[in-house]
């Protein structure tokens, strides 16, 4: 599923130095109402990361619609069930380190939404074993929760397969 690049679609990039919400806020916490569509995104990237480093991975897979599809180095997880499967197995305790985020760009329009989020993986010692572009499809829920139809994780040096690019 994309989501048609529109005129009237709503933009927000990040800043530097701004705060990412804890695992356990979501944008549906109770008595918290998230400022914008945008932020709401955004929190469901941090959680992505967030949860995963600390190895919370029924939670992290709750982030994800039941149809979505992981694309990670060629090879694309079909649903929630699998995409928990698979990152379960690529992130054992003794290989997690920390998902760094930054000039997240997300464009909104209606209950749909893209956003593109540069990362960085570092291993428990802080050394950089990965570097990428994130490219998401969000899909809002009944639920007023924001969760990845697709997420792509491309690489530095090589280009999306399924995921459209980086708008101009």
Avoid: K, N
């Amino acid at each position: 599923m994309s989501v048609p690049s529109d005129p009237g679609a709503t933009a927000a990039a990040s800043s530097p130095g701004e705060a990412a919400s804890s695992p356990e806020e979501s944008a549906s916490s109770p008595g918290e109402a998230a400022s914008s569509p945008e932020e709401s995104v955004r929190r469901t990237l941090a959680r992505y990361c967030m949860l995963c480093d600390d190895g919370r991975f029924v939670e992290w897979a709750e982030l994800f619609t039941e149809d979505t599809r992981f694309h990670v180095m060629g090879a694309t997880q079909l649903g929630r069930r699998a995409t928990r499967a698979f990152i379960e197995a690529g992130q054992p305790p003794e290989q997690r380190g920390r998902h760094l985020t930054g000039a997240t760009l997300v464009l909104v329009h209606g209950d749909r939404a893209r956003a593109w989020s540069d990362f960085i993986f570092v291993d428990r010692r802080g050394a950089v074993l990965s570097s990428g572009r994130y490219h998401d499809e969000l899909d809002l829920g009944a639920d007023g929760v924001w969760r990845f139809s697709l997420r792509e994780i491309v690489f530095t040096g090589a280009a999306p397969e399924l995921a459209q690019p980086l708008p101009g």
